[in-house]
């Protein structure tokens, strides 16, 4: 597995990018906070898109939307973002995001990672 740090200035365009690849793909959104520890917030939900909300630095966050039918919908935002990593298998597969915010660092992790060209059509 590898890591890359997304400059900050990159991540609208890595999120649109991200969003547009990975649509449809079930997804595990883990929490890890400090005083209580890691907490499961959604369990292989489909991806629906990550983007940044910013209206100035000050109120920025990043926006997690997962579903599992219309009305059983998760979205979970990240205040005040200070990282994001992607990380990927041996393969270049995407396998998760990974995002520290102000309070807790946010999991979004994929249940069968492959690379996205090699389902482009299918899903």
Same mark, same amino acid.
Request: glycine share 4%; charged share 30%.
């Given at each position: @597995?590898?890591?890359?740090?997304?400059?900050?200035?990159?991540?609208?365009?890595?999120?649109?990018?991200? +969003?547009?690849? *990975?649509?449809?793909? $079930?997804?595990?959104?883990? !929490?890890?906070? @400090?005083? $209580?520890?890691?907490?499961?917030?959604?369990?292989? $939900?489909?991806?629906?898109?990550?983007?940044?909300? +910013?209206?100035?630095?000050? +109120?920025?966050?990043?926006?997690?939307?997962?579903?599992?039918?219309?009305?059983? /919908? #998760?979205? *979970? @935002?990240?205040? /005040?973002?200070? *990282? #994001?990593?992607?990380?990927?298998?041996?393969?270049?597969?995407?396998?998760?995001?990974?995002?520290?915010?102000?309070?807790?660092?946010?999991?979004?992790?994929?249940? +069968?990672?492959?690379?996205?060209? !090699? #389902?482009?059509?299918?899903?």
């Amino acid at each position: @597995m590898s890591t890359q740090e997304i400059p900050r200035n990159q991540w609208n365009t890595f999120f649109d990018s991200f +969003s547009r690849q *990975h649509e449809g793909w $079930l997804a595990t959104l883990e !929490l890890l906070n @400090m005083d $209580l520890g890691a907490q499961e917030e959604a369990n292989e $939900l489909s991806f629906e898109g990550i983007s940044l909300n +910013s209206d100035t630095d000050e +109120s920025e966050a990043i926006v997690i939307n997962l579903a599992k039918t219309p009305v059983d /919908h #998760v979205t *979970h @935002m990240i205040d /005040h973002p200070k *990282h #994001v990593w992607l990380e990927r298998t041996d393969e270049g597969a995407d396998a998760s995001i990974e995002i520290e915010g102000k309070a807790e660092k946010t999991l979004l992790r994929f249940r +069968s990672p492959i690379r996205p060209e !090699l #389902v482009d059509g299918i899903v």
